[in-house]
């Protein structure tokens, strides 16, 4: 079932007019940035919604907002409780399944990250290093192993950051996110040491 038309159903008491709009410019954002990152755009926007929002949606609820079939925001739910970006919740005498998105942005971040380099970065470079060694072992294939080299060396510099990253603590983020683009500084230096 495609996206409709249809007005959302679920209340949004206490919503202005301008917070809707907002809402729905950042949910359909996401399902753009999802697109370009290979994602299902449902799962980008179901997750953008949860997030913007800040509340607990049934299934239901979210199907009729983003006007998609069950089917499909199953499936997706389903995706981002596995990336662990979106969990359950549960309350005493409810009984209906309720999800809410992970509000740390710095959780978010290594989430998303851990999922990326599990499915990307390290096939990526599991195929490098196999063809780097093919090359090493085939002087036939030497020609082509500089250019593989060059590329794999690239790839793992990329993984090296993303090993790095995940160790990182939100309080090395905002470390970093003090430092001044041009200031000629290095992350963790110069501050009052």
Do not use: C
Request: net charge negative; hydrophobic share 40%; aromatic share 8%.
């Amino acid at each position: 079932m495609e996206k409709s038309d249809a007005a959302p159903n679920r209340d949004t008491t206490g919503t202005s007019p301008l917070a809707e709009q907002l809402i729905k410019q950042f949910v359909e954002h996401w399902g753009v940035m999802a697109r370009a990152w290979g994602i299902n755009s449902t799962m980008g926007e179901l997750f953008a919604l949860l997030y913007i929002t800040g509340t607990d949606w049934t299934a239901e609820d979210l199907r009729h907002w983003l006007g998609v079939s069950r089917g499909n925001v199953s499936m997706n739910l389903r995706e981002l409780l596995s990336w662990g970006v979106v969990h359950k919740v549960h309350r005493s005498g409810e009984r209906r399944e309720l999800f809410r998105a992970e509000t740390e942005v710095w959780t978010l971040f290594r989430k998303i990250l851990t999922e990326r380099k599990r499915r990307e970065l390290d096939p990526t470079l599991h195929v490098l290093d196999h063809a780097f060694s093919l090359a090493e072992e085939h002087p036939a294939l030497h020609d082509l192993k500089a250019r593989i080299e060059s590329l794999r060396s690239f790839f793992k510099s990329i993984d090296a950051l993303a090993v790095h990253l995940l160790s990182a603590t939100s309080g090395d983020l905002a470390e970093i996110s003090q430092v001044e683009p041009d200031s000629g500084r290095e992350p963790g230096i110069g501050h009052g040491a």
